[in-house]
């Protein structure tokens, strides 16, 4: 069983178009995150989401939009794709409310951007 | 805000031989330390955590970690290095306060040499 799933795997899209990536958790976790890692393998948070609840946006273009229609689902739109948001973007969960910090990651998606 | 610092952005190590990554931290009170390793091509794999108490943590694949306070550090050792190890590191900082979010470091490749 796959704890944190993400799709697809590998995107490759061209300049200016929307595409979306899915991530799914079945830990019974309530907090989700969206990483991005670049090509020097630098990890930065995105945002994060507890119990449906927005609680992190970091300095990220608005053009980056998630959504959770649930606790178990975590998704990332990007509307009208640049070259450099080509970058590896992981999906992470963890449990706030009983006390467990860490985080679990997906397998991450990357995106490639032409 | 919180920072991650590892030293070494590449080291190699001899199958057999013993492996030692360090990191540094800064944050304002005691912090959530987390080491993580990506093997090429896949997700962040939790390797040990340190939250409070024993300040030697015991983690999966015969790793363990050190936290020292006074050193603001949290480095990462293993007696013995097996080919499989090779893989980037990545020492993380968690601040509850700031809705749990990870601050990475800028990783470590570690290099297994036959």
């Known amino acids: 069983d796959t704890a944190v799933s993400q799709t697809p795997k590998y995107l490759v899209t061209q300049m200016g178009n929307d595409k979306s990536i899915k991530c799914e958790q079945n830990?019974?976790?309530?907090?989700m995150y969206w990483y991005k890692q670049d090509s020097k393998k630098f990890l930065k948070i995105m945002f994060s989401?507890?119990?449906?609840?927005?609680?992190i946006n970091e300095t990220v273009p608005n053009r980056f939009s998630p959504k959770s229609p649930d606790k178990a689902h975590l998704n990332l739109h990007i509307n009208s794709l640049e070259l450099g948001d080509s970058a590896v973007y992981f999906c992470?969960?963890?449990?706030?409310?009983?006390?467990?910090?860490?985080?679990?990651f997906g397998p991450g998606t990357r995106l490639t951007v032409t | 805000a919180q920072s991650v610092t590892q030293p070494d952005i590449h080291i190699t190590v001899s199958e057999g031989a013993s492996l030692e990554l360090r990191c540094n931290y800064s944050?304002?009170?005691?912090?959530?330390l987390f080491w993580y390793v990506q093997s090429p091509g896949q997700g962040l794999q939790l390797l040990l955590k340190?939250?409070?108490?024993?300040?030697l943590v015991q983690g999966i694949k015969g790793f363990e970690a050190e936290f020292k306070r006074s050193q603001s550090s949290f480095n990462l050792r293993k007696p013995s290095v097996h080919w499989s190890d090779a893989a980037e590191y990545f020492c993380?900082?968690?601040?509850?306060?700031?809705?749990?979010?990870?601050?990475f470091g800028g990783g470590t490749r570690v290099l297994v040499k036959p």
């Open positions: 992470a969960s963890s449990s706030r409310t009983s006390g467990m910090y860490e985080q679990y």
């Open positions: 830990l019974g976790h309530d907090t």
């Open positions: 989401y507890n119990n449906k609840e927005l609680i």
């Open positions: 944050y304002g009170a005691t912090p959530y």
């Open positions: 340190y939250f409070s108490g024993d300040t």
């Open positions: 993380a900082v968690g601040v509850r306060t700031a809705g749990n979010k990870l601050t």
